[in-house]
């Protein structure tokens, strides 16, 4: 990188070959094997090394920046800002910006891109996996997202504090979907449970893939993730701990996911024994455990009920009920 550019950058931890962005597999990128022949020629872009694929479309990328509704005062975090199609339009509307990326060139494309203009000053670049980076503080997140990164990059933004206003985040259309679902549809997942425990989620428009470069096998959706404050007062181990159960088998009767699964009864059996001895609690063994989280299914209504058709409020009473007899998912 030439030594005039000013721009802040860090690295986040050490780039070594084992701490690269790894690519995705097809079913969870922008179809990374469908480069074409003059992109892959293009020593900018690294498509089978980073999954990148760039957002070319000016409509669209400007249609992402207004949908945040930007304030002068406001601090944005970008993930994965390639060459910065998005990155300069935040900056003019923006006080600060940080952006995440993973490709030390695309960094330097992005540096070079602000050089010498106003903008610069308020650019700060991390290079680094943005799952092991350190987050600062910011308002708005926005990120055009490397899509093998999409689920830790919703949980760990949905786990910063303090609380952001909102993200408007560009994913796979059936990732996207997911997120969108609502009980009892096909794609009501474990996915979607976990974060709408926590935020709001919105449709923001379809993006085709010819607004790429190199256009992916898949389309794109973006979305508006907007948490919920105050928190609901739910430990995000114990519900995921609890989804991670009840969706293994989502069309199959809750008993059966607790009872049919290897393992699921010995694992809560000793977290409940770990729970009683940290409060010095006596173990209750008069009622064999097996029998007691029955007890618990079949009083709360909940044993014959398919997770796919379970909404948040279900899980919650189900949650509650196993946390009252001192079971715990996590």
Not at 188 to 196: D, G, I, K, T, Y
Not at 229 to 250: A, M, Q, S, Y
């Amino acid at each position: 990188m030439p030594r005039a550019v000013s721009t802040k950058i860090s690295r986040s931890h050490d780039l070594s070959a084992g701490s690269l962005r790894p690519a995705a597999a097809k079913s969870d990128q922008h179809g990374s094997n469908q480069n074409s022949s003059a992109t892959t020629k293009n020593p900018i872009f690294n498509t089978d090394k980073f999954g990148q694929h760039i957002l070319k479309n000016p409509l669209v990328a400007q249609g992402i920046v207004d949908k945040a509704n930007l304030k002068p005062t406001d601090m944005v975090l970008e993930v994965g800002p390639g060459t910065g199609n998005l990155t300069v339009r935040i900056l003019e509307k923006a006080k600060k910006t940080t952006v995440v990326e993973m490709d030390p060139r695309m960094a330097a494309e992005l540096s070079k891109r602000v050089q010498g203009k106003p903008e610069q000053r308020k650019l700060e670049i991390m290079i680094g996996d943005f799952v092991k980076t350190d987050l600062p503080y910011f308002d708005v997140c926005i990120s055009n997202t490397p899509y093998q990164i999409s689920s830790p990059l919703v949980f760990k933004i949905l786990s910063h504090r303090p609380l952001f206003r909102c993200a408007i985040l560009m994913f796979q259309r059936e990732f996207a979907l997911r997120l969108l679902a609502r009980p009892g549809s096909n794609l009501w997942c474990r996915l979607s449970a976990n974060v709408q425990l926590y935020a709001k989620v919105d449709h923001i428009m379809k993006v085709s893939r010819n607004s790429f470069r190199p256009p992916p096998q898949v389309e794109s959706s973006v979305v508006r993730i907007t948490p919920l404050n105050p928190p609901p007062p739910i430990p995000f181990e114990e519900f995921d701990g609890l989804t991670r159960i009840v969706f293994t088998r989502r069309n199959k009767v809750v008993r059966a996911c607790f009872f049919g699964a290897k393992g699921v009864l010995d694992m809560l059996e000793a977290n409940y024994k770990v729970w009683c001895a940290e409060r010095e609690v006596m173990v209750d063994d008069s009622v064999p455990f097996s029998q007691v989280v029955d007890a618990i299914l079949r009083d709360t209504g909940c044993a014959d009920n398919r997770a796919a058709k379970m909404d948040i409020d279900d899980l919650l009473k189900l949650l509650a009920a196993f946390h009252e007899k001192g079971i715990h998912f996590s």
